[in-house]
């Protein structure tokens, strides 16, 4: 039995040294997960803002007298307010698409329909996992 326990010594070193690293990786893949869902979440978000900006904003914005200095929406102006609505995140980028008419053009009026997509190059801390591309498309119909 002395002989048993003599081998004994260090064992439970030598399991920390082994466990220890799996369940750091652990933590950061769980950390890393819960970063790109609140990554997702705030494009999600930012996107569906983009189009709600959009959808106000159509052909027929300023022309009520109620919305004075309201004019109808650009690409530039709805990016910047997509930014401004993503801000913790950095490397954001914004697609915004208007329907065409029957003449093959934009023209912004009610009832076509607006999408924004918002991308995102998500970077994980984890040495293992590689970055992905997070994307989210909102689309609706204009209505002023």
């Not at 208007?98 to 076509?112: A, C, E, R, V």
């Not at 994980?124 to 970055?131: A, E, G, K, Q, R």
Request: aromatic letters at 8%; hydrophobic letters at 40%; charged letters at 15%.
């Amino acid at each position: 039995m002395q002989n048993t326990l003599r081998y004994q010594h260090g064992v439970a070193a030598v399991e920390s040294a082994i466990v220890a690293p799996l369940f750091i990786l652990l933590l950061l893949v769980i950390l890393d997960g819960s970063r790109m869902i609140y990554a997702y979440s705030a494009i999600s978000h930012a996107a569906r803002e983009g189009v709600r900006y959009a959808v106000v904003r159509g052909s027929e914005a300023g022309q009520d007298y109620r919305r004075i200095n309201d004019s109808p929406a650009t690409a530039s102006q709805i990016e910047s307010h997509v930014l401004q609505r993503s801000q913790p995140l950095d490397s954001i980028t914004v697609t915004t698409t208007w329907s065409l008419d029957s003449q093959q053009q934009i023209t912004k009026d009610p009832g076509q329909v607006v999408t924004v997509e918002v991308s995102h190059d998500f970077v994980s801390v984890t040495p293992f996992l590689p970055s992905v591309t997070l994307s989210s498309i909102s689309s609706t119909v204009i209505y002023y």
